[in-house]
């Protein structure tokens, strides 16, 4: 379970094993959200309202989109198109 970025107290992991839409994973505390890395749409789970707004503004950062989609398919090359 890598994770590839902190925000405070807010984990994001990109996990190998994994299935399509690309998406990372936003934990805190009991929460977990998965979004998807191309739209930012929520895939599943729930994140409050002021952490999920602290990481859909880090994943719309310069760069961060790439490479975190970079990081999932190097996680799963098999789903790599």
Do not use: C
């Amino acid at each position: 379970m890598p994770t590839i970025h902190r925000l405070q107290s807010i984990k994001i992991d990109v996990y190998g094993g994994e299935h399509l839409p690309p998406h990372f994973h936003a934990l805190y505390a009991e929460h977990e959200i998965l979004i998807e890395i191309l739209t930012l749409s929520t895939y599943e789970g729930y994140l409050p309202v002021s952490q999920y707004r602290k990481v859909i503004e880090w994943a719309k950062g310069p760069n961060v989109m790439n490479v975190v989609l970079d990081n999932f398919y190097r996680l799963n090359p098999r789903l790599r198109k």
